[in-house]
């Protein structure tokens, strides 16, 4: 690809950055049933090709969080998303950037990136879902090819600025990166028309539309608090904000056509959000974390159980076994709970005891809902006893409960390789490389599999569709 394209592909993004989501026109009717303007007709390659290029630049700029809860929630909302606007869910992908500023982005080919600082202002999986409908809107309406006169006209000095300065517009770039913001955002147009598919988007996959709406409450009341100075770069070109509330609520009324089919699972959002805060912000207290809620606010149970989770999540084992203790007094067949004190008694080295949690998460479980954190610790239980086939078991039920599981895929793939079984050792650890976000060596492990798998057999089949997956999306 030539640098005039890549640099386009970075441009389409920052823009995307830069700009959030322009403002839509002063309030106004419901848009009538005139036929809608036709999409612009690009090839999908063109659109794939860009992703791909702008992908491997931003894994140079950014850092990724690769949580893998706050991963699997991400993606779990966005690819049922696809699914209700009628896209092919894999081949969305969906990314979350360690940065505190209140911004998400979309660029071509089903690239969807969120910023954990937007994500500690949301309070449901309801509201997550609004944030990312709308970034699969502007996906799905190909918004990014409606501008290319002006994309192409920018110079090389304009490319570099941006690039360099990660879309925020700093030092000697301030004129640059305002002069692109205003030359490429997307048009009101396009904005009102992500904000309405988005809707349906959410409704068609179950999600409360209420979240779109509170989401837009949250910026408002943020711009309002901390003045123009301080506003999140989702909202620098929206200075009608409660025009889209408006529209949003005469929107949210109206009925959808459908509603899939497949059954929503539902996410523990303060579970997500306790990992990210506690992850991002500073703090001694776990109240620290969460001063909105005031004492009292939530059952002594989950106030054990989400201090417990903030302590382990940042590797206070001590105040985290202490905590998950007290929310087992309340509540002592809660499956999670025993799962999560598991998981801090491995990390304390205290094996007996994370294998007796594991299998007491197990036994409370409901069939067909055991934890894969629970197998997960039964594995490394195994694995350090020197117990390779029990380990391989383990780790087994935790990828077939949850295939993007990286650290069970890695450790699997170890076990495999241990006891010689060299093809599903290479297939694992290749699986593992995905999902750390190292496609190119993924890729070659994956090539080195195929070589080894038999021909036309179930595990060659699944390596094919993997290699294919990554030189299609290029990750």
């Not at 894999?90 to 990314?95: G, I, R, V």
């Not at 570099?160 to 997307?186: D, E, K, Y």
């Not at 009925?255 to 579970?271: E, S, T, Y």
């Not at 380990?391 to 895929?409: K, M, S």
Request: glycine share 6%.
């Amino acid at each position: 690809m030539s640098w005039m394209n890549k640099a386009t592909c970075f441009l389409l993004s920052v823009s995307i950055l830069l700009s959030g989501c322009a403002a839509p026109p002063k309030r106004h009717p419901p848009p009538s049933a005139a036929p809608p303007e036709a999409e612009p007709q690009i090839p999908q390659d063109r659109g794939k090709e860009l992703g791909k290029e702008f992908l491997k630049e931003a894994r140079k700029q950014y850092r990724f969080i690769k949580d893998q809860e706050v991963v699997d929630a991400v993606n779990q909302v966005g690819r049922r998303l696809v699914a209700a606007a009628g896209g092919d869910p894999e081949a969305f992908h969906y990314f979350v950037l360690d940065d505190i500023e209140l911004n998400a982005f979309a660029i071509p080919g089903g690239y969807i990136f969120v910023f954990d600082g937007l994500l500690t202002k949301l309070n449901t999986e309801d509201e997550l879902a609004g944030v990312l409908a709308h970034e699969t809107g502007h996906v799905m309406h190909n918004h990014f090819f409606k501008n290319e006169s002006q994309i192409s006209a920018l110079s090389l000095a304009t490319i570099a600025a941006i690039l360099f300065s990660r879309g925020r517009a700093a030092g000697s770039s301030i004129a640059l990166a305002t002069n692109t913001a205003a030359q490429l955002h997307f048009s009101r147009e396009n904005e009102d028309e992500a904000d309405a598919s988005g809707m349906e988007y959410v409704k068609e996959a179950g999600y409360d539309p209420k979240g779109m709406l509170n989401f837009f409450q949250t910026l408002l009341d943020y711009e309002r608090i901390n003045g123009g100075d301080q506003m999140p770069a989702y909202l620098e070109t929206h200075p009608e904000l409660d025009d889209r509330i408006h529209l949003s609520e005469l929107r949210m009324v109206r009925p959808v056509d459908h509603v899939l089919a497949a059954p929503r699972k539902f996410i523990d959002w303060g579970r997500v959000e306790t990992i990210i805060r506690a992850k991002t912000e500073t703090w001694q207290d776990p109240a620290q974390l969460f001063p909105e809620r005031s004492a009292g606010a939530v059952p002594d149970e989950r106030h054990h159980y989400l201090a417990g989770l903030a302590y382990l999540t940042t590797d206070r084992v001590a105040q985290a076994i202490a905590e998950y203790r007290a929310a087992l007094a309340v509540s002592p067949t809660n499956p999670v709970y025993h799962a999560d004190l598991a998981t801090a008694y491995l990390k304390s080295q205290d094996i007996d005891r994370a294998k007796a949690e594991a299998l007491e998460s197990l036994k409370e479980s409901k069939p067909g809902e055991e934890l894969p954190s629970a197998y997960f610790v039964l594995g490394m239980v195994e694995e350090h006893a020197g117990r390779p086939e029990e380990a391989r078991q383990a780790y087994e039920e935790a990828v077939r409960r949850n295939p993007d599981h990286a650290f069970a895929n890695y450790h699997l793939g170890q076990v495999y390789l241990q006891t010689g079984k060299t093809l599903e050792g290479t297939y694992h650890t290749a699986r593992y490389l995905r999902l750390n976000m190292e496609p190119e060596a993924a890729l070659q492990e994956f090539r080195n599999a195929k070589k080894l798998a038999p021909k036309d057999g179930d595990l060659a089949r699944k390596i094919q569709d993997q290699i294919d997956q990554i030189v299609r999306d290029g990750i």
